[in-house]
C-alpha cells in the first residue's frame, strides 16, 4: 500500500525510541478491510448508469445500494459509515435518479456550513456534467447574488442550502417557491450528529415548518440523512423529522489500516500533575511526521492556536525555504478564494501539513491524505473520529494522533481508550418542545401560513399557546384559524445557535456619532459589559460606560489598557420541583439566579490580578432542567475531615464530574452548569476556590444547607441533558472516582479535582473517599 513503509518506519521503532515510548499511551490498530461491491440496480435509470461509469463508478458499495432500496420503497433513511465511504452517493444517485424518472421532482439539500455546501455542490455537478441532462442545481445562501436568486427559485431541480437560510429567507417566503414545494421529493439532511442540543432543537422546528408548508402545496417528501458515529443516530434522526427512519451502518466501502495513537505530554510536575503543553507536543508530532515524507492535517482548537503553530513549524523549517511555502493555516476568517486555494493544494499534494480549525472536519474534499494530529480532544468522540477520518482514504495505510491536553476529558480519554475505541457512549439530544424554542417557531409558522383548529404543530395540541399568543395580540383568530397580525417579520428576530433571548445592542460612543458594533446575548451581558468592564471586539479594547437594562444598551468607548477584566459572579440553584429520584440522585426544575458582584483587572502581559471593583446589577434568574445528589451530613462527618476540607472535597468532586459529563451527553462544556449548594438555594463563588473564598464553608459550618451537587443546563427550559445523566446516574460518579484514582498526581491536580490553589490538604484523597460513601 501506498506510504505504509513510511508510516510503519514510525510505528515500529516506538517502543526503543525513549523520546516517543514515554508519550505513546495507546496504539489503536484499525484493521484494513475490502470493499463489497454490488451491480447497478435494473430499475436504476440507463443514463444515470452511463454517467456513473464515465466518472470511473463501474459497481456501487453495498450501503449504497441499500440506500437506493429503502428509498424506493418508500422509507426515510440514515446513513452512518466512516469518512470518505461514499454517504454523497447514498444521496445523489436517488435524487438523480427520482428526477430522470419525473423531471418535476425537486430535491431541498440542507448542509451545516456554507463550506461544505459549496464542496458538495462541485461534486454533485462533476456528476451531472457527465449525466449530460442540464439538471439545474444550484446553492441559496447569504452570498448568493440578488440578481439570480429568481432563476435558483424558479429553475433550480436541486438546491443546496442549510438551515438557517431555510429558516429566514426560504419558508418565510415560500409563495416564490412553489415549484419547489409543489414538487419536493427528498430532504437531505447532512452531518446529523451537529444538529444536537439547542441547534438540533430548533432545526427539528424548521422541519416542522418545512413540514407544514410542504402539505400546503401537496408534497410530502422523504427524508435522506447521514451522521458520524454516535450511540442513537435513528433515535435522533427521528426525533428532528418526527417519522421513522431506516438504519444503514453496514459500510461496504474499503478501508486502509489505521494506527490510532493516543499520545499524552510527559510530565513535568508529578506532584502537581503538570504536563508539557500540548501545542509544543503537537507540533513535535507533526515534525517526526513530516521528515519521514507523511502529509498532514493538524487540527487546533481555536483560531489562535492556528496561527501559532503555523507560525511556529514555519520557523522551524525556516533552513528550507521550499518548505515553508508547504506549511499552510486553515480558518473562519480566511477569504474563500485562499480557502479554495489552500484545499487544492492539499489535493494536490502542494501541501505537506495544514493546520486548520475544525472548519475542515466536514466532509469538504481535500485528497487522500497520510496522517491527521488533533491537538487536544475535540469535545466529542464524533468529532475525533471525522477529525482522525480525514487521512487514510480508500486503501491507503494511515496515521492519526491524539495529543492530549492536560483537561480532565482528554486525560480520562487517555486512561480509558476503550470510550474511544468500543461503542461510543455519545447521545444526540434534542428538545423540539422547549416552550421558548416552540413559541418563536409557532409565530414564524403562523406568519407563514395561518394555524387550522385541532392543527398540530409536532405531536402536541396548539390550542393553549394559540390562545395565549392571541391575548399577547400577534395573533387574531377568524372562522376557525389564528392569523398572524404584527407588521414584524418573527423569522429575522433570532437565530438557530441560541435559544431565542432578547440581546444587548453595544454601541461605541467615542466618535461623534454613535454607532453599533455587535451585540451579546441577555445571560452573557452582565459577565461581559457590566460598567467599567473591558469589552474587546475586533482585536479593539472597549471600555464599558453604562449598561442599560431597559434599553437593552450597552455604552463603550475605545481605549488603550493593559489589562483586560473577569467578571466575580455568585449563582444560587433553588429545587422547584423533582420529576424523578433514584437513590440519592433527583432529576426536575430548578431555578438558578447569578448575580455579579464585581471584577478583577488582569494583566495582559503577565495575567496578573492587578486590582478588584464592584458592581451592582440585577439579579438574572433562568428556569431549567438538573441533575443533582444529596450528600448524607452525618456520612461525611464520620470520614475525620474538618468542614473546611469537606467542602473542598466537594468543590473537587463538582470540577470532575462538570468536566467529564460533556462526554455522556454530546455536548460542549459550555452547555451545562455545576453548582455547590442546598436544595432551597445557597450563594456561592464559581470560580477558584480559595482559602479567602469563605462563604460556602461558613453556610457550611453553620448548617445552613445538606451538601447538594447540582448539574444544570445552560438554557431556559433545557434540551435533555439533565434526564440523560440522571437516567445513568451513578455512572458518571463512577467515572468521576476512576479518572481521580487513575491521575499521577499525588494530592489534586488541573486534571483531576481542578486548580483549588489549597495547599496541605490533600484534595485528591478527599475526593475519593467521599465518592466511596455516596456510591456505597
Avoid at 342 to 356: C, N, P, W, Y
Wanted: hydrophobic letters at 35%; one cysteine or more; glycine letters at 8%.
Amino acid at each position: 500500500m501506498q506510504n505504509y513503509t513510511e508510516i510503519d518506519n514510525f510505528i515500529e521503532p516506538l517502543s526503543q525510541d525513549p523520546q516517543l515510548s514515554k508519550r505513546v499511551s495507546h496504539i489503536e490498530i484499525i484493521k484494513e478491510k475490502e470493499a463489497e461491491f454490488s451491480d447497478f440496480p435494473s430499475d436504476m435509470h440507463e443514463t444515470l448508469i452511463a454517467a456513473l461509469r464515465n466518472s470511473g463508478i463501474k459497481q456501487l458499495y453495498s450501503h449504497q445500494i441499500q440506500s437506493y432500496s429503502l428509498l424506493k420503497e418508500g422509507k426515510n433513511i440514515v446513513v452512518v459509515t466512516p469518512t470518505a465511504s461514499g454517504k454523497t452517493l447514498c444521496y445523489n444517485i436517488p435524487v438523480i435518479n427520482t428526477i430522470l424518472e419525473d423531471e418535476s421532482a425537486r430535491a431541498l439539500y440542507l448542509f451545516p456550513t456554507k463550506a461544505l455546501s459549496y464542496d458538495q455542490l462541485e461534486g454533485l455537478e462533476k456528476l451531472l456534467e457527465a449525466l449530460k441532462k442540464g439538471i439545474a442545481t444550484f446553492t441559496y445562501d447569504g452570498d448568493t447574488p440578488k440578481d439570480i436568486r429568481k432563476s435558483v427559485r424558479e429553475k433550480s431541480k436541486i438546491v443546496i442550502s442549510n438551515p438557517d437560510m431555510l429558516h429566514k429567507a426560504i419558508l418565510p417566503h415560500h409563495t416564490k417557491w412553489i415549484g419547489l414545494f409543489s414538487n419536493l421529493r427528498y430532504v437531505v439532511i447532512d452531518e446529523l450528529h451537529n444538529y444536537r442540543g439547542v441547534f438540533g432543537s430548533q432545526v427539528a422546528n424548521v422541519i416542522r415548518r418545512l413540514k407544514r408548508v410542504s402539505k400546503h402545496y401537496g408534497s410530502k417528501p422523504q427524508y435522506i440523512l447521514s451522521s458520524a458515529t454516535i450511540s442513537n443516530p435513528a433515535e435522533l434522526a427521528e426525533k428532528l423529522i418526527e417519522e421513522e427512519v431506516e438504519l444503514i451502518d453496514k459500510s461496504g466501502s474499503p478501508q486502509g489500516r489505521k494506527y490510532f495513537i493516543l499520545w499524552n505530554p510527559p510530565l513535568i510536575d508529578r506532584e502537581l500533575g503538570l504536563r508539557r503543553n500540548y501545542i509544543t507536543e503537537a507540533q513535535f508530532a507533526t515534525e517526526r511526521l513530516l521528515k519521514l515524507g507523511i502529509q498532514i492535517i493538524l487540527f487546533a482548537r481555536s483560531r489562535l492556536n492556528v496561527e501559532i503553530l503555523t507560525t511556529r513549524l514555519r520557523e522551524k523549517f525556516e533552513k528550507n525555504p521550499k518548505m515553508i511555502g508547504k506549511i499552510r493555516g486553515y480558518r473562519g476568517g480566511y477569504l474563500p478564494n485562499e480557502r479554495r486555494e489552500i484545499e487544492k493544494a492539499l489535493r494536490d499534494g502542494e501541501a505537506r501539513v495544514v493546520v486548520s480549525t475544525n472548519a475542515l472536519e466536514l466532509g469538504i474534499d481535500i485528497g487522500s491524505l497520510d496522517g491527521a494530529i488533533l491537538a487536544g480532544y475535540p469535545g466529542s468522540i464524533a468529532s475525533t473520529w471525522q477529525q482522525a477520518g480525514r487521512a487514510g482514504r480508500k486503501e491507503k495505510s494511515s496515521i492519526a494522533i491524539l495529543v492530549a491536553s492536560s483537561a480532565p476529558l482528554d486525560q480520562f480519554l487517555i486512561n480509558n481508550p476503550q470510550y474511544l475505541f468500543g461503542v461510543s457512549p455519545e447521545k444526540g439530544l434534542i428538545n423540539p418542545d422547549n416552550l421558548l424554542i416552540l413559541l418563536a417557531h409557532i409565530k414564524c409558522a403562523a406568519f407563514e401560513l395561518p394555524f387550522r383548529e385541532g392543527e398540530h404543530f409536532g405531536k402536541e395540541p396548539l390550542e393553549e399557546v394559540l390562545s395565549y399568543l392571541e391575548e399577547k395580540g400577534v395573533l387574531h383568530k377568524s372562522s376557525g384559524q389564528w392569523y398572524w397580525t404584527e407588521d414584524s417579520y418573527p423569522a429575522d428576530t433570532f437565530g438557530l445557535r441560541n435559544i431565542p433571548s432578547e440581546n444587548f445592542v453595544i454601541v461605541d460612543r467615542t466618535g461623534k456619532k454613535p454607532r453599533s458594533i455587535g451585540n451579546v446575548d441577555y445571560c452573557s451581558a452582565p459577565m461581559l459589559l457590566h460598567e467599567s468592564a473591558i469589552y474587546i471586539h475586533g482585536g479593539e479594547q472597549y471600555h464599558v460606560d453604562k449598561l442599560d437594562f431597559e434599553e437593552r444598551k450597552a455604552y463603550v468607548k475605545k481605549v488603550s489598557a493593559n489589562y483586560y477584566t473577569d467578571a466575580i459572579e455568585y449563582t444560587k440553584v433553588k429545587v422547584l420541583d423533582s420529576f424523578g429520584t433514584k437513590g440519592e440522585a433527583s432529576w426536575g426544575e430548578v431555578c438558578v439566579t447569578k448575580r455579579v458582584v464585581g471584577y478583577k483587572k488582569i494583566k495582559l502581559s503577565t495575567f496578573e490580578n492587578i486590582g478588584f471593583g464592584d458592581v451592582n446589577l440585577p439579579e438574572n434568574e433562568m428556569h431549567t432542567t438538573c441533575y443533582w445528589f444529596t450528600i448524607d451530613k452525618e456520612k461525611l462527618k464520620n470520614l475525620g475531615y474538618t468542614e473546611e476540607a469537606i467542602v473542598y472535597g466537594l468543590y473537587g468532586i463538582l470540577y470532575i464530574i462538570g468536566n467529564i459529563a460533556p462526554l455522556f451527553l454530546l455536548c460542549s462544556r459550555r452547555d451545562i452548569g455545576v453548582h455547590l449548594g442546598g436544595k432551597e438555594g445557597v450563594w456561592s463563588y464559581q470560580g477558584e476556590l480559595r482559602k479567602k473564598d469563605t462563604q460556602t464553608i461558613d453556610d457550611f459550618k453553620r448548617g445552613l444547607y445538606s451538601p447538594t451537587i447540582f448539574i444544570y443546563e445552560n438554557y431556559p427550559g433545557g434540551v435533555g441533558f439533565a434526564y440523560e445523566l440522571f437516567s445513568i446516574h451513578p455512572e458518571p460518579l463512577i467515572k468521576a472516582r476512576e479518572e481521580i484514582q487513575s491521575c499521577s498526581c499525588n494530592t489534586g491536580c488541573p486534571s483531576c479535582i481542578g486548580p483549588l490553589f489549597i495547599t496541605n490538604v490533600n484534595v485528591k484523597e478527599i475526593s475519593l473517599k467521599m465518592l466511596d460513601v455516596i456510591l456505597k
